[in-house]
C-alpha cells in the first residue's frame, strides 16, 4: 500500500532523521509546512526502485554527487538545502538519467525503508569516524530508534531481495540464450466460401477448411538496440484463389502453404545507423510494410489484423520482394523518410537473375506527422519484372492488374497516397489510393502502356465491447487494370471489396477473430456472382 509523507512524519522515529540528517528542525515541520504540501516531498533513492517494489517508472537511478545536476530542483524549493545536504554531505541520493529528481511523487513504506538504510550506512560511516563519543552515543540512540521502527519494512525488502536473487539465478540457469527471445504464435483458420459460380463461369464447389500457421521467431538482439529475426514456420492453408474461386480476390492475409515442412519464414538484420537512423539487411521474407509504415496500425498485422490480404495495405508495397535492403531516417518528429532496394531472384547467377541485372523494385515513401493523432504518407516506387515474374501487385487484384501484357517483361512506376487520423481512442479512420503506370517492356506488344487503379477506406474501433478487442471494417476495390492499350487486358466494370471483422481477446495470449469477406463483381466483371469468404481466425501468442 502506498502511504504518502504525513504518517511517516507522525511517527517519533522520523523526526530525528530529519534533524540529524536534513537539517531541518522538529518544529519546522509542524509549523512551517503546510500538511497539503507534505505528499510533495522529494524521496530518497532507494533500493526497491531498482528492484521494482513500487511503481517508479523504468528509468535506472543514477548517483549524483551535487544537487545542481538535477534539473526540476531549485533553490526556491523548500526542501533545497535538506536535499543539498543529503547529496553534498552523506551521497544517498540519485536521480534519473534524465537529470531529474521527480521530488512530487508518493512514497511508500518500503521505498523509504531502503532509502532509509542507504542513508544510515552512509551515517554510520560517519558516525564511526568521530571524535567525539558523547555525539556519537547521541547518534547511535536515534538511529536505534529509526532501525527499529522500520525493522518490519527492511526484513520485508531483504526477503524480496532474496527472492528476487533466487529468481534471477533460476532465469539464467534456464534461459534460451542471453542474447535470444523465442516469440512464438499458432494459428487456426475456418474458413469456408459461398457464390453461384467461380469468377470467369463453372461451379464454386469449395467445402469447409481447417487448416493451421505456426510460427517461430529467434529475436535476437547484440547491443540492446539492433536486432536479427530468424523466423521458422509450417502452415497449410492453401490461397483461396485461382481453381477455387477464379480470382485472387478472395484470398486471405495469412495463407501459406508448406507442405507440413517447417521452413525459413523471415531473415533479417535491423541495425541502428546514427540516433535518427535505422537500416535492414533483408536475405528473405518480412514485407516491405515492415520497413516502411503503411498506416494501417490495427488492421495490417496478419495474425491479429484484416482477415483479406487486400485488406491489410496498400498494394503498391507488394510490388517490392526478395532479398533486399532498407533504411529508415527520422528527421523530427513530424516528417521520416523511408527507402528500399529488393530483387525476387537475388541469390540466384543466372542471366537476368541476381541482385542488379533481373526484377528488382525500389521504393521511397515520405511521412508527415502534423499531429500525435493524424499522420499522411506519400508512397512512389519503380518496378522491373522480367517474363519469369511479372506480378505487379503480387496476387491482389484482378488478373490484368496483377500482368497487363501477360507474362512479358514489365516496368510500372507507382504512386500512392496514406492517410490515417486517430479520432479517438476508440476510432481509427485510415485509407490509401494508389496509381500505377505500366509498360511493356518485351514481346511483339513492347512499348504498350496500362493505368492501375486501387483504393481502400478502413475503420476500427479499439476496446470494442471489450479492452484488448477490436472491430475492423474495410471497404474498396482491389487493383483495376482502367485503361490499358491491349483493349482485351481492360477491366470494363469494377469489383468492390466489403470486410467486416470482430478481434476477440479471450486472453492476454489467445483471440479469436471471426468476420467475412464480400466480393461483388469479382475480377472486375458484373457477369460474375458475389462470392462470400467466411472466416474464423484463432491465434494463440507465447
Known amino acids: 500500500m502506498t502511504h504518502r509523507f504525513l504518517p511517516l512524519l507522525s511517527s517519533s522515529a522520523l523526526l530525528p532523521l530529519l534533524t540529524l540528517i536534513l537539517g531541518i528542525p522538529t518544529g519546522a515541520i509542524a509549523s512551517e509546512i503546510p500538511l497539503l504540501t507534505l505528499g510533495d516531498r522529494p524521496t530518497v533513492a532507494t533500493e526497491a526502485d531498482l528492484l521494482g517494489t513500487d511503481s517508479l517508472g523504468t528509468d535506472d537511478l543514477a548517483q549524483v554527487t551535487a544537487v545542481s545536476q538535477l534539473s526540476d530542483v531549485q533553490p526556491t524549493d523548500w526542501a533545497f538545502q535538506a536535499l543539498q545536504s543529503l547529496v553534498e554531505r552523506y551521497g544517498c541520493i540519485a536521480g534519473y538519467p534524465d537529470g531529474t529528481f521527480k521530488g512530487n511523487r508518493p512514497l511508500s513504506r518500503y521505498e523509504f525503508a531502503a532509502g532509509l538504510n542507504a542513508c544510515l550506512d ?4 560517519l558516525i564511526k569516524s568521530a571524535t567525539d563519543p558523547l555525539a556519537a552515543k547521541e547518534d547511535l540512540r536515534k538511529l536505534q530508534k529509526l532501525q527499529e521502527e522500520f525493522a518490519a519494512e527492511l526484513a520485508a525488502l531483504r526477503g524480496r531481495v532474496d527472492a528476487l536473487e533466487a529468481r534471477t539465478a533460476e532465469l539464467e540457469a534456464n534461459r534460451f540464450s542471453p542474447a535470444t527471445k523465442l516469440q512464438s504464435e499458432a494459428m487456426f483458420a475456418l474458413a469456408d466460401v459461398w457464390g453461384d459460380e467461380k469468377a470467369g463461369g463453372g461451379d464454386l464447389d469449395y467445402n469447409a477448411t481447417f487448416a493451421y500457421w505456426v510460427r517461430l521467431n529467434f529475436n535476437t538482439s547484440f547491443t540492446g538496440k539492433d536486432e536479427l529475426r530468424v523466423r521458422l514456420q509450417s502452415n497449410n492453408i492453401l490461397p483461396i484463389d485461382g481453381d477455387l474461386t477464379g480470382t485472387s480476390m478472395t484470398r486471405l492475409g495469412f495463407d501459406g502453404n508448406s507442405g507440413g515442412q517447417l521452413r525459413l519464414g523471415d531473415l533479417y538484420y535491423r541495425f541502428p545507423l546514427g540516433d535518427q537512423t535505422r537500416a535492414w539487411l533483408i536475405a528473405n521474407g518480412h514485407g516491405t510494410d515492415g520497413i516502411t509504415d503503411p498506416l494501417n496500425v490495427y488492421l ?15 498494394s503498391i508495397y507488394r510490388g517490392l520482394r526478395g532479398p533486399g535492403v532498407g533504411i529508415q531516417h527520422r528527421f523530427n518528429q513530424h516528417w521520416s523518410a523511408d527507402v528500399a532496394y529488393r530483387a525476387p531472384r537475388a541469390s540466384s547467377p543466372d542471366d537476368e537473375a541476381g541482385l542488379f541485372n533481373g526484377s528488382y523494385g525500389i521504393l521511397g515513401q515520405l511521412l508527415y506527422q502534423p499531429t500525435p493523432s493524424t499522420s499522411i504518407g506519400f508512397t512512389f516506387t519503380h518496378t522491373y519484372f522480367d517474363e519469369a515474374d511479372v506480378n505487379i501487385t503480387d496476387n491482389i487484384g484482378s488478373a490484368f492488374a496483377q500482368r497487363p501484357f501477360d507474362l512479358v517483361d514489365t516496368a510500372a512506376n507507382s504512386y500512392g497516397l496514406i492517410g490515417a487520423v486517430q479520432f479517438s481512442p476508440r476510432f481509427n479512420l485510415s485509407g490509401w489510393v494508389a496509381y500505377t503506370d505500366a509498360e511493356a517492356k518485351s514481346g511483339g506488344d513492347r512499348g504498350a502502356n496500362a493505368d492501375i487503379w486501387t483504393w481502400a477506406v478502413t475503420m476500427a474501433f479499439p476496446d470494442l465491447f471489450k ?65 462470400v469468404v467466411g472466416v474464423v481466425r484463432t491465434t494463440f501468442a507465447f
Open 122 to 125: 552512509r551515517v554510520n560511516e
Open 300 to 314: 495490417r498485422s496478419d495474425s491479429s489484423g484484416a482477415l483479406s490480404r487486400f485488406g491489410r495495405y496498400s
Open 467 to 531: 479492452e484488448g478487442n477490436v472491430g475492423g471494417l474495410v471497404v474498396g476495390m482491389p487493383p483495376k487494370a482502367t485503361r490499358n492499350d491491349l483493349a482485351s487486358r481492360e477491366d470494363r466494370d469494377t469489383s468492390l471489396h466489403v470486410e467486416a471483422l470482430y478481434r476477440h481477446r479471450l486472453t492476454d495470449n489467445i483471440a479469436i477473430t471471426p468476420g467475412v469477406i464480400v466480393i461483388v463483381n469479382p475480377e472486375h466483371d458484373e457477369d460474375n456472382g458475389t462470392q
